[in-house]
C-alpha cells in the first residue's frame, strides 16, 4: 500500500531542505578532519615514503606484514587486552556498586559524594600519572614511606610484572570511576519506580529486583560503558608512559605508547607506524563490533 502525508508537498520538501541543512557542518567537519585523514592514512600504509614525500614505491601489504612480525608490537596488543581486561571488569563492577549508593543517598552529603567521585575524572591522564608517581616511588614514595615506617620491605612497583600492572590499572580506575559510575547513576534514578513496587507486591526481595529489575533496564548502559572503556583504554599511554614506561621488559608495553617510543627512535618506518595505527583502529572496531554483537543477540532471543 501506498503511504499518504497529510502534509503538502513543499512543507515535506522544506522540512528536508532544513534537516540536510542542519547535518551538513557536522558532515563536512568530519569528512574533512575524519574520512579523508584516513583514506590518506590507508592509502600511504600501502607505500613507502622514505626516499621523500614525493617519491612513493608501492609496498602492498609488506609495511602490514612487517609489523605483525615485529614482536614487541605483537606484545604490546597482548599487554593492553590484559589490561584493558581487569580495568573494565573492575570498573564497572566498582561503578554499579558506588551507584546503588549513590541512589540510596538523599541528602546533601549525596550531593557532596557524586562531586568527589566525579573529581578525578576531571585530570589528565598527566596529572593522575604523576599523582601515583610520587605515591610509589621506590625509595621516598608515600606507599613505601608507610610500609618502611611498618618496617615492611619496600614494593619495587616498576621492577615487578605483577606490581607493575597494579600501579597501572589502579589509576586508570580511579581516574575513570565517577564517569561510569554517574551515567549507572542516571539510569537508576530513571527506572519507574512502580516497577519496585509491584514486585514487592509480589513478595519480590533485594536480590531478585536487582536481577529482574535492575539489570535488564541497564543493559544499554553497560553496553556504553564497556565499549566506551573498551576504546579508551586500548588506546592509554598517558599512565602507562609515565607509571612505568612500558617496563619491565615491555611487559606493560601499549601500542600507542610503543609507536611513540618508535617514532621517536626511528626504529620503524613511518609507513609502519601508519600501517600500525590502522591495525590498532580495526582491532578496536572489531571488539566493539563484537560487544555490539553478543548485546544484540541477547536482545533477539528475549
Not at 611513540?260 to 609507513?271: T, W
Amino acid at each position: 500500500m501506498k503511504k499518504f502525508s497529510i502534509l503538502p508537498k513543499n512543507i515535506v520538501k522544506e522540512e528536508k531542505v532544513s534537516g540536510y541543512l542542519l547535518i551538513a557542518p557536522a558532515v563536512i567537519l568530519l569528512t574533512i578532519f575524519v574520512i579523508v585523514p584516513l583514506i590518506m592514512a590507508i592509502y600511504r600504509s600501502f607505500f613507502y615514503f622514505e626516499s621523500g614525500p614525493n617519491e612513493a614505491i608501492f609496498a602492498g601489504f609488506s609495511n602490514y606484514i612487517k609489523i605483525f612480525k615485529n614482536q614487541n608490537f605483537v606484545k604490546s596488543l597482548l599487554n593492553v587486552c590484559i589490561m584493558t581486561l581487569f580495568i573494565v571488569i573492575l570498573q564497572v563492577i566498582g561503578a554499579f556498586l558506588f551507584a546503588n549508593i549513590l541512589v540510596r543517598i538523599k541528602n546533601r552529603f549525596g550531593i557532596f559524594a557524586r562531586t568527589i567521585i566525579y573529581l578525578p575524572y576531571l585530570f589528565s591522564g598527566i596529572v593522575v600519572g604523576c599523582i601515583f608517581t610520587l605515591l610509589t616511588y621506590y625509595n621516598g614514595g608515600v606507599i613505601n614511606g608507610i610500609l618502611g615506617w611498618m618496617d615492611i620491605e619496600p614494593i619495587a612497583f616498576t621492577y615487578s610484572k605483577f606490581w607493575a600492572y597494579i600501579s597501572i590499572i589502579v589509576p586508570t580506575i580511579w581516574i575513570g570511576s565517577g564517569y561510569t559510575t554517574l551515567i549507572f547513576y542516571s539510569g537508576l534514578i530513571n527506572i519507574p519506580k512502580d516497577y519496585y513496587e509491584a514486585s514487592e507486591i509480589d513478595g519480590a526481595n533485594f536480590w531478585k529486583q536487582m536481577w529482574y529489575i535492575v539489570l535488564p533496564c541497564l543493559k544499554n548502559y553497560f553496553v556504553l560503558i564497556i565499549v566506551t572503556l573498551v576504546t579508551a583504554n586500548l588506546q592509554m599511554f598517558e599512565i602507562p608512559m609515565l607509571m612505568t614506561n612500558g617496563q619491565p621488559l615491555n611487559s606493560t608495553m601499549t601500542p600507542v605508547l610503543y609507536l611513540i617510543h618508535a617514532r621517536a627512535n626511528g626504529n620503524v618506518s613511518q609507513s609502519e607506524i601508519i600501517a600500525s595505527s590502522i591495525v590498532i583502529m580495526i582491532f578496536i572496531g572489531a571488539l566493539n563490533a563484537i560487544v555490539f554483537s553478543l548485546s544484540n543477540r541477547k536482545k533477539k532471543g528475549e
